[in-house]
């Protein structure tokens, strides 16, 4: 059982826009900054999103975060067929002092 | 642009000691916070915990009485140590750069087994 809840799956066709949840606790979320990793599939994680909304160098804009109260989203714009991946959020708990992840999402471009 | 590189034996029986090291190329070991993340094949991930290269270090609770994390920055790795291990520690292990895990190495499967 994950400390930060997210939905298994996800799925959208080609251009479409998609959104991942991930629910925390005040302790976690409620508190802390929200970060996003992608990871295809064979493949080590790849930040997508730091501090809730902030994009690496390198990520494109089609990629975008959001965080309110203890829940976080991440949203992917114009999707194309190489999005197709497991996305994890992640955040620190200030009750178990430690980095806590979410179960991921599996998102399948139709 | 840093890169990391998981090395160790990629076998491990059980009660045994799983040893890990991530050697950090492209720039110094110095200055960072490096963390471990595992996981189990068809799993999500699991924080195993990180070191400052003072050697400060915090662990996940539920592995704690178990891991050791060590840094050498003569060398510019750190390691990872896994004391009396279970199948249950079969796993990809990565290490990165950062609480906020902001590099990843490649990763490494590890399986333990007899």
Same mark, same amino acid.
């Given at each position: 059982q994950s400390v930060l809840t997210q939905p298994p799956s996800a799925s959208a066709t080609p251009g479409q826009r998609v959104t991942i949840s991930c629910s925390g606790s005040s302790s976690s979320i409620g508190n802390n900054h929200v970060y996003w990793y992608q990871q295809l599939p064979g493949t080590a994680p790849k930040l997508v999103?730091? #501090? *809730? *909304?902030q994009r690496p160098? &390198?990520?494109?804009? #089609?990629f975008s975060g959001s965080k309110s109260g203890t829940s976080a989203s991440l949203a992917i714009s114009g999707?194309?067929?190489?999005?197709e991946a497991d996305y994890y959020c992640a955040s620190w708990d200030d009750s178990l002092s430690g980095w806590v992840f979410g179960g991921g999402t599996k998102l399948t471009v139709l | 642009q840093m890169q990391l590189q998981e090395s160790g034996p990629g076998l491990v029986e059980p009660s045994e000691t799983l040893s890990l090291t991530c050697t950090v190329s492209? &720039?110094?070991?110095?200055?960072y916070f490096w963390s471990w993340v595992r996981q189990p094949p068809g799993k999500g991930l699991e924080w195993i915990g990180y070191i400052h290269d003072s050697g400060s270090t915090n662990y996940n609770s539920s592995l704690k009485s178990r891991v050791t994390i060590s840094v050498d920055t003569s060398k510019n790795q750190f390691s990872l140590n896994l004391k009396?291990?279970? =199948?249950?520690? =079969?796993a990809v292990y990565y290490c990165a750069r950062e609480i906020q895990l902001r590099v990843w190495g490649q990763g490494m499967l590890v399986i333990v087994s007899s």
């Open positions: 999103i730091y #501090r *809730n *909304n160098s &390198g990520v494109p804009d #089609r999707l194309r067929s190489e999005d | 492209g &720039g110094s070991i110095n200055g009396s291990v279970t =199948t249950a520690d =079969t």
